[in-house]
């Protein structure tokens, strides 16, 4: 079993900037991909970044690219979500998802989710 704790979330203003990170715990997986996902009020929760727990190779939507930055701590077993840029648009919770195996941009394919963060970014 794995377990996952996001921080970091909280209101800021458009352009402002929050750090979120994702605490793993319980079993380790040498090819564990971990990913943030978001979901807004009425909408599907969509694929925000991703990262390889490994090879460290990072991806990230299109709608974040340039803003958005995703890392790794193995050693605290820990993912990072820089968010620079905010808009109000980027206002959603925020989950941590976690898969033995590959990363992918299909929420449905990872096993273990955090309880998620609430961001909210005001105009």
């Known amino acids: 079993q794995v377990q996952l704790v996001e921080s970091g979330g909280g209101l800021v203003q458009a352009g402002g900037s929050l750090r979120l990170s994702c605490a793993a715990s319980g079993r380790t997986f040498t090819n564990y991909a971990m990913a943030w996902f978001r979901q807004a009020p009425g909408k599907e929760r969509g694929f925000v970044a991703g990262?390889?727990?490994?090879?460290?190779?990072?991806y990230l939507s299109d709608s974040v690219k340039g803003r958005f930055t995703i890392s790794r701590d193995n050693a605290k077993n820990t993912v990072n979500l820089q968010m620079n840029s905010l808009k109000p648009e980027d206002t959603a919770i925020y989950y941590c998802?976690?898969?033995?195996?590959?990363?992918?941009?299909?929420?449905?394919?990872?096993?273990?989710w955090g309880q998620g963060t609430q961001v909210t970014v005001s105009s």
């Open positions: 990262i390889r727990w490994s090879g460290g190779s990072t």
């Open positions: 998802a976690a898969r033995g195996v590959g990363l992918t941009t299909r929420p449905s394919q990872y096993e273990y």
